[in-house]
């Protein structure tokens, strides 16, 4: 019995180490994100497989909030249940909330620094080459025909011309039901027995609606930025990128907790800084709860960090225990089939606008060639090819 928990600690320990190698070589958004999961958790630790990997990113794409983190919450939760599902998104993105709290008081000093105009300018072209690399290796699993081919097609078309939020869950639904309707199968409808856990959805409702009722009765900012930021949490769709604009909206223009100036840069550093990008909501937090003490300033950071991240999790908790049963029913097992052909159009298109977005001078194209070569290879973990990277923006002039 002792033998089997210490292979239990170990094996969980060695997970986590994982994670925060993720966590390292995490960077532009969800799309580069998945790239490195796939390099890591896929092909070197073989957690999951490809095609699972591909049905938690299409799960979670249609979920609101952080969808990588909440990705790789599920690939936790798969390993070890609810407590390593925890422990993985500590270790995935508490180590660059932490970096963002404590950027929330040095703005000024980064501001004359310029730090991210040097060290971090090959840090976009390398995630191209992430998000390259992941896109053909997604593209090659899951066109196996023509109609997955027309919706890898249809949602990289879509989401290329249409960057709305709402899009994202559309075409990832529409794809499952083209698969069902053109599906030959009959009585694919057969029923399962599913036992949600019910208590985390309560939770995610409980917190909802109390929060609106707090800020409304009790006129204290970290209660109204924990209502704010768990808002957030709930509403968005598409990740770190998405969330950023409705921030600037609610946070700069109408209550204006910082300036455009502040606010920018905190953007800007986070792009630059491994993890999750709504991580950014402990440095909006922290800045927006400034003025009162060092103590308060960190617990408006703490009640944004929380707030963005706690809905995903308890809507991860409450659908993940079900998800293996919801994919026994024949027809969400045709529907996955258009699911994950869409999703992999949403990583290929990103690839594309990620490279329209670089600057198209010869060093960024170098990077992307680097990356990708240096990732098809499979000799160089992700973390060391970011401190590649790193070094050649320090040196390079």
């Given at each position: 019995?002792?033998?089997d ?5 170990v ?13 390292l070589?995490s ?7 998945y790239?490195?999961?796939?390099d890591?958790?896929?092909?070197k630790k073989?957690?999951?497989n ?16 952080p969808?990588?983190?909440?990705t ?7 390993m ?8 993985t998104?500590?270790v ?6 932490t970096?963002?709290?404590?950027l929330?008081?040095?703005?000024q ?5 310029n ?7 090959f840090?976009?072209p ?9 896109a053909?290796?997604i ?9 997955s081919?027309?919706l ?11 960057r709305?939020?709402?899009?994202y ?5 529409i794809?499952?039901?083209?698969c069902?309707i053109t599906?030959n199968?009959k009585n ?25 009722i ?7 900012r970290?209660i ?9 949490g ?29 606010f ?9 800084l ?7 909501s ?10 009162s003490?060092a103590l308060?300033?960190v617990?408006?950071?703490v009640?944004?960090?929380?707030g ?10 409450f ?5 293996e ?13 258009g ?17 329209q977005?670089s600057?198209?001078a ?5 990077v ?19 401190l ?10």
């Open positions: 019995m002792s033998d928990k210490s292979m239990e600690k094996r969980w320990t060695t997970f986590l180490k994982d994670v925060f190698i993720c966590s070589g960077y532009g958004g969800p799309e580069a994100h790239g490195v999961f796939t890591q958790m896929v092909i073989k957690y999951l490809e095609e699972e990997l591909i049905e938690l990113i299409g799960l979670c794409s249609v979920l609101p909030g969808s990588s983190t909440q790789i919450v599920s690939i936790g939760f798969k070890g249940g609810p407590v390593l599902a925890f422990l998104m500590l995935w993105a508490l180590p660059v909330l970096v963002m709290t404590l929330s008081f040095l703005y000093f980064l501001n004359h620094m730090i991210s105009n040097e060290g971090l300018r840090i976009g390398m995630a191209v080459g992430f998000i390259i690399v992941a053909y290796r593209g090659r699993k899951v066109v196996t025909d023509k109609i081919m027309f890898f097609l249809m949602g990289a078309v879509t989401t290329y011309f249409i709305d939020p709402w899009i869950p559309l075409v990832l639904i794809g499952g039901v083209v069902i599906s199968e694919i409808w057969n029923r399962v027995k599913l036992n949600p856990p019910w208590k985390y959805i309560i939770a995610f409702g409980i917190f909802a609606i109390g929060s609106i707090l800020s409304m009765i009790w006129d204290n970290i109204h930025l924990f209502d704010s930021f768990y808002r957030y709930y509403l968005v769709f598409g990740g770190g990128q998405v969330v950023v604009p409705v921030m600037y909206s609610e946070l700069v223009e109408i209550y204006r907790y910082m300036t455009d100036q502040e920018l840069i905190g953007y800007g550093l986070v792009q630059g491994p993890g999750p990008m709504f991580s950014f402990a440095y909006a937090g922290g800045m927006a709860a400034r003025g003490s308060f300033q617990l408006g950071a009640a944004g960090g929380i963005i991240f706690l809905p995903g999790l308890f809507l991860i908790y659908i993940y225990p079900i998800w049963n919801l994919k026994k029913i024949k027809g969400i097992k045709i529907s996955l089939k699911f994950n052909a869409v999703a992999g159009g949403l990583i290929a298109v990103a690839a594309i606008l990620l490279m977005k600057e198209l010869l060093y960024n194209i170098i992307v060639l680097f990356t990708v070569i240096l990732l098809f290879t499979k000799k160089i973990p992700a973390p060391f090819i970011v590649i990277i790193l070094i050649a923006g320090f040196v390079i002039k």
